[in-house]
């Protein structure tokens, strides 16, 4: 698996970023989580003026293997059914890249479907979906190279055109299961604890869903029960090739310097793989949302992640982390365009 060389920013300019938001001629802390985002945002791109550039939205789209065993209320045909709604503008990511000014980017990484006739979908496929992992692992080792490598090319892409914040969606019906069992397994809870209802299973399903998990868990643990099972290992036994890209995406992103900007249950689960690998990868993710998907609030609780919405969201495809995009903004004009306490001749009362 390809290695990252991803470091904490330097911290000698957070004293200075400290000072530049405490002498805004605001009451001190005034702004909240403003603040804090400033000052991350500062620490990342070392500067007491940080910018937004030339943001960008990458969507993965990939089946699964495990969907063949009903674990969601969604067919398996819209994957690709949404992923060519996409390209007509017609999704809910679309509508709010438009909104928010994101450069959207497609991407067929494992879609059981031929999407050639989609110019505008990029053609990364490795396979039409990944294996079952109630019986095997998902994808091998260089299937799992190929998504990370996918991955950190299009960051690369997005970067030379002048990106430096990044945000990641996924398409992949039944994508909640692979992302319950690795909470599961690398936040060491129950996995009774981490099953949801996804795109709305009811209590029947979801109890079935639980049953084809625990049986996967199982049988997992059976064939390495001689071996010390690593991150990468339960990542790729159980990972969705668009859920690998992202994590490979993610790596890179905070290899560059760049902000990720991380969506719902899904792209949480990726972050959380990620920094299982490598934990400074956090101090470049700002978390859009939590959302209503069961288990998402104790993924985010792992990562010591503050999430900025709560809104009830759940639709995946990134719409969360677009969402959150403009009190990002805010922050940057904060500490840009505020007056500070000298400039305002206004009196320092603290």
């Not at 677009?322 to 505020?338: D, F, K, Q, T």
Request: aromatic share 8%.
């Amino acid at each position: 698996m390809r290695e990252f060389s991803i470091h904490q920013p330097d911290q000698t300019i957070k004293e200075a970023l400290i000072q530049k938001v405490d002498n805004l001629n605001k009451p001190k802390h005034s702004l909240g989580r403003l603040e804090e985002l400033a000052i991350q945002i500062g620490l990342v791109q070392q500067t007491l003026s940080p910018s937004l550039n030339h943001p960008c939205h990458i969507l993965f789209g990939a089946d699964h293997g495990i969907e063949r065993e009903n674990v969601s209320v969604s067919p398996r045909e819209i994957t690709w059914q949404q992923m060519i709604n996409f390209t007509k503008g017609g999704g809910g990511v679309n509508m709010f890249c438009r909104q928010h000014g994101f450069k959207f980017i497609e991407v067929d990484m494992g879609v059981d479907y031929d999407l050639s006739a989609y110019p505008s979908i990029l053609n990364c496929k490795i396979a039409n979906g990944t294996k079952n992992f109630l019986h095997e692992a998902a994808m091998t080792g260089e299937e799992m190279d190929r998504a990370i490598n996918t991955g950190c090319e299009l960051v690369d892409r997005c970067f030379e055109e002048g990106c430096n914040i990044i945000c990641y969606g996924e398409m992949g019906i039944a994508n909640t299961s692979p992302s319950s069992i690795w909470l599961s397994l690398l936040g060491n809870l129950e996995l009774e604890t981490c099953v949801g209802a996804g795109a709305g299973l009811d209590n029947p399903g979801i109890q079935h869903k639980l049953s084809v998990l625990k049986s996967s868990v199982e049988n997992f643990k059976a064939k390495h029960q001689n071996t010390q099972v690593t991150t990468e290992e339960i990542i790729r036994w159980f990972g969705g090739f668009e859920m690998v890209a992202a994590i490979g995406a993610m790596c890179r992103a905070a290899e560059r310097h760049m902000l990720v900007l991380v969506d719902g249950f899904i792209m949480s689960a990726c972050m959380l793989a990620a920094s299982k690998l490598y934990p400074e990868v956090l101090d470049y993710a700002i978390f859009g949302h939590v959302g209503d998907e069961y288990g998402h609030k104790k993924m985010l609780d792992l990562m010591g992640a503050k999430p900025l919405l709560a809104l009830g969201l759940r639709l995946g495809e990134g719409t969360g982390a677009l969402c959150a995009y403009p009190i990002i903004e805010s922050a940057v004009h904060m500490i840009n365009e505020m007056n500070n306490f000298e400039s305002a001749k206004i009196t320092k009362y603290f």
